[in-house]
């Protein structure tokens, strides 16, 4: 009888303890599947941030290729308006050679104009001499006299109005070249103008052998257009090729000392 009580009382025991490891290894399964849970939910908010990162990442590929195709076009649009304007320089300049040669062959009529009236003032001086030499001769003979002095007054006044209407002609020309050349000079600058920008936006040529004399003489300004010494070889301190130990080394650029240009 004590043998069965006391099994019954190990097989309790045993029993509480069992229930104890259950409720133990319960617990630790709940915990388990907490943490496994919490895992699960910073896995998917992973997720979501990796697929909104890889969204942000397409719309700036997006924009940089959007960029580039405006950058070419913009080439492209400078290249041609760059024509254009060598074109219009051209036909003004040919415009002007022409007005030239017209105001020279207007100063060369004026000037033979002037000659002719000063061999008419000459004709009329002889004419008036004679006719005070001749003031004791008959009246039909004055007549005559005054009648060629008036016809030669007539012709005076008639070279005098073509005098005026080639002195008008004259400003006109003036005025139109006046014009042409404040047109001309407003297309060269904005010629000018274009060929800055073409060069700001062409990429620097790089010699071979950066330091050398053969190099200076043929690294150009692309603003100003110096070369040789006047160009001078500087590191970039905003430009880190690589370490030695602690102390950097930097990328060269060449400054321009006439106008301080760095390329």
């Known amino acids: 009888m004590d043998d069965a009580k006391s099994l019954a009382d190990s097989s309790s025991s045993e029993l509480a303890s069992v229930k104890s490891n259950l409720d133990s290894t319960t617990s630790e399964l709940n915990g388990t599947k907490a943490t496994l849970e919490s895992t699960s939910s910073e896995l998917s908010e992973a997720n979501s941030s990796i697929q909104e990162k890889d969204g942000t990442i397409g719309e700036l590929n997006s924009k940089i290729s959007e960029f ?61 001499a004679e006719l005070e030499n001749k003031s004791s001769g008959s009246e039909s003979e004055l007549t005559s006299l005054n009648s060629q002095v008036a016809e030669l007054k007539g ?63 043929r690294t150009t300004c692309p603003m100003c257009g110096a070369v040789g010494s006047n160009i001078k070889t500087v590191e970039d301190k905003k430009k880190v090729l690589s370490y030695v130990g602690h102390i950097p080394m930097y990328a060269k650029k060449n400054v321009c000392k006439k106008c301080g240009y760095e390329f």
Request: charged share 35%; glycine share 4%; net charge negative.
């Open 68 to 128: 580039e195709s405006k950058l070419s076009g913009l080439s492209d649009s400078l290249s041609s308006e760059l024509d254009v304007t060598k074109g219009k320089v051209s036909e003004m300049e040919g415009k002007l050679n022409e007005a030239n040669a017209s105001l020279s062959a207007k100063d060369d009529e004026i000037a033979k104009i002037k000659a002719e009236q000063e061999s008419k003032d000459g004709e009329i001086n002889s004419l008036k």
């Open 155 to 217: 012709k005076i006044n008639e070279l005098t109005s073509s005098i005026s209407e080639k002195d008008s002609q004259l400003e006109e020309l003036n005025n139109l070249l006046l014009e042409k050349d404040k047109q001309l000079n407003s297309q060269k600058a904005q010629f000018e103008e274009v060929e800055t920008e073409l060069s700001e936006l062409k990429p620097p040529e790089i010699g071979a052998d950066r330091g050398f004399t053969a190099s200076e003489e």
